[in-house]
């Protein structure tokens, strides 16, 4: 289902070539010194050292002998994530090693933009050339284990989000999770149809029930000693708004509607690659929100699994029902800390653009281990308030809570409002992500794209306390 792309680093070898980095002000010492042959060459072709602009450089053969890339200025790198990355697609293939003063964190960004700049979603061009990938020499200091986990995870939420929703209903994103599942030793489970209504998920039935491709509950648990982390990931496969039918140009988008499971699915796939000393359980709420007879409609009144009613507003907030299922579910077992993403509302990509992934929570330990973490892991995230004095927005009177209140503002924070009151007991996070590049980015093309998940994975020692982490 997936695709391919060539994760990994080239074994140390005096056969890899070397790669100088330079920033603009080591340019000229550069051409004095070391790069003194081909001082004339890198003149001519306008060389400065511009963050990601490289440069093959002969042997006396006329092959590739080594290359150069420029790690531009302060205020360059801090513009564009990743940036040396652009060097990549300007060196032939074979392998490669960094060679300049490049500070550890320079080098794990380095290193790790280089991995994912060899992601390629080919699924539906089979008649592509396959990548000859330049690859890297691992940076003395890494850990490369580490490093290939996350690019290998974020490739797998890439892949999925970037499916069309013909290949990727629940069926399907059902297959993916039993397929992760058995990757690692874990074990998944499946609650499908009617099925969601005797075991009492009724507002992901009621969500699903409209669509022939029968919504489920899909369930993946690994480890057996540690704290508990359960991970909880919209499944929405399609949205097309329900019977508040979405215009056509919010609906070209909603094959990845179920970018917050894709996301959560990333993040296991590198929790268990690592080994880390966890229980984890991830609950996916699959579904399609789409129109038929049956289908949910405004002014509807649901129970939940947590007992709370529910005033249905708006048909095309769903997101928030079946993920309310889902976390009461979640907290019957009662685990450590508790994790909800979800490609939820509008709100938070006006409120912070595309690149940010907002989250919320009223743990201070976890956002000072979450902040950390989006440095470690080059993954930005920021902060939103659960801010109490909009609670009574969400309760309309009629039912305990609205789906979708008439409010006219802080859409993200009252839906991520309306998720806390199904969350009892543990430390709980909410991330309300895009999941989605609009443009090419160096080691971000245009398409799925997972948000928070290295940045958890860097926090999670921290947060659970984990030991020799």
Not at 454 to 468: E, F, N, V
Request: glycine share 12%.
């Amino acid at each position: 289902m997936t695709s391919d792309p060539p994760f990994g680093f080239a074994a140390p070898s005096p056969a890899a070539r070397p790669l100088f980095v330079l920033r603009p002000d080591e340019l000229d010492t550069f051409l004095a010194g070391p790069g003194a042959a081909w001082a004339g060459w890198l003149r001519a072709t306008g060389f400065e050292a511009g963050l990601g602009d490289a440069r093959p450089l002969p042997a006396p053969d006329g092959s590739v002998g080594a290359a150069v890339a420029g790690l531009g200025t302060p205020a360059a790198r801090r513009r564009l994530r990743f940036g040396l990355a652009k060097a990549v697609a300007a060196l032939p293939a074979g392998d490669w090693a960094l060679t300049g003063t490049l500070s550890p964190e320079e080098k794990a960004e380095a290193a790790l933009g280089w991995l994912l700049a060899g992601y390629r979603f080919d699924r539906y061009r089979p008649g592509r050339k396959p990548l000859a990938p330049a690859r890297l020499v691992c940076p003395d200091g890494l850990d490369p284990a580490r490093l290939i986990a996350m690019a290998e995870g974020e490739a797998l939420t890439r892949d999925l989000i970037n499916t069309p929703a013909q290949d990727m209903g629940p069926d399907e994103l059902e297959a993916a999770v039993f397929a992760l599942a058995a990757r690692f030793g874990a074990s998944a489970t499946a609650i499908r149809g009617d099925d969601l209504l005797a075991q009492n998920f009724p507002m992901i039935h009621a969500v699903g029930r409209a669509s022939p491709r029968a919504p489920r509950l899909l369930g993946l648990r690994w480890g057996a000693t540690g704290p508990i982390l359960t991970l909880v990931g919209k499944g929405v496969c399609f949205d097309t708004g329900g019977l508040n039918l979405k215009p056509s140009a919010g609906m070209n988008l909603m094959k990845k509607d179920m970018g917050g499971a894709a996301t959560v699915m990333g993040l296991a796939q590198m929790i268990m690659a690592l080994n880390l000393p966890l229980q984890l359980r991830v609950l996916i709420p699959a579904v399609e929100n789409v129109i038929d007879g049956n289908a949910l409609k405004p002014k509807d009144i649901l129970t939940s699994r947590k007992g709370l009613t529910v005033e249905i507003n708006d048909t095309d907030a769903e997101g928030r029902l079946v993920l309310a299922d889902a976390l009461a579910l979640a907290c019957e077992e009662k685990p450590q800390v508790l994790i909800s993403m979800a490609t939820l509302t509008g709100a938070a990509r006006v409120a912070v653009g595309p690149d940010l992934a907002p989250y919320y929570t009223d743990d201070a330990a976890m956002v000072a281990a979450l902040e950390t973490g989006a440095r470690a892991g080059f993954d930005p995230v920021w902060r939103l308030p659960f801010h109490d004095a909009y609670e009574s927005v969400i309760e309309p009177g009629i039912a305990d809570l609205d789906n979708a209140p008439g409010f006219g503002f802080a859409g993200s924070i009252t839906a991520a409002l309306f998720l806390r009151r199904f969350v009892d007991g543990p430390r709980y996070m909410h991330f309300d992500i895009y999941g989605h590049t609009p443009t090419d980015q160096p080691a971000r093309p245009k398409g799925g794209v997972g948000q928070g998940a290295r940045a958890l994975l860097a926090a999670l020692p921290a947060i659970l306390d984990l030991k020799g982490v």
